[in-house]
């Protein structure tokens, strides 16, 4: 799960003593394939120059996004993990974001695409751009699985995106709750369990 990601998902305590049920499919599997193969064309069109692209994928949360956005690239690709976390406890977002894992390439000169799961304040987003912006790569572009637009509260650039979501708790594709229903394959809602 990346660090942007306001569901209670960041939560480490470990599963949750009620079973989760999901409560609405919001994105199918067959809407997520058909937009997974889009967003690979768009980008594998807008990078035919770049000598190799490199995708950095945001833990935990992008991981089944980014294993199937980069098998359905067509032009040379590495794939990179970077972690970060933006939470102090449980649910409750913090206003700064630390890094917890970098990614182990020099990228100056080559082309990067930051791929995250979800774009909920924004803040994750800005950071990881500032981040790997300062590194000198040629270009920096970033994809993002789902945005809940009503929530920005940064001005994060995304250049790729899957879909707009309502402001929901949501689980599935490398979305969790407590560590569960992450490999769920589609995106639903689940109904608070915190409050």
């Known amino acids: 799960m990346s660090a942007d990601h306001s569901s209670p998902g960041e939560s480490h305590a470990g599963p949750s003593a009620h079973p989760v049920k999901v409560d609405e499919v919001i994105v199918t599997q067959a809407q997520i394939a058909t937009r997974v193969q889009e967003l690979a064309a768009e980008i594998a069109a807008d990078h035919a120059d770049a000598p190799q692209l490199i995708l950095v ?4 949360g992008a991981f089944i996004f980014l294993s199937d956005l980069a098998r359905q690239l067509s032009i040379p690709h590495s794939v990179e993990f970077i972690a970060v976390s933006s939470y102090a406890s449980g649910s409750v977002a913090s206003d700064s974001v630390r890094l917890m894992m970098d990614i182990r390439s020099d990228i100056a000169g080559l082309d990067v695409l930051i791929v995250e799961d979800i ?3 924004g803040r994750t987003l800005a950071y990881l751009q500032a981040l790997l912006a300062a590194r000198n790569p040629r270009s920096i572009k ?3 699985l789902a945005r809940k637009p009503q929530r920005m509260e940064v001005d994060a650039a995304i250049d790729y995106l899957g879909f707009d979501i309502p402001d929901r708790w949501v689980v599935g594709y ?7 229903l992450r490999t769920l394959p589609y995106i ?3 109904a608070p369990q915190d409050q």
């Open 57 to 60: 994928g945001v833990l935990k």
């Open 119 to 121: 774009a909920d304040s």
């Open 142 to 144: 970033t994809c993002v």
């Open 174 to 180: 490398g979305l969790d709750y407590a560590e569960q």
């Open 188 to 190: 639903g809602a689940i």
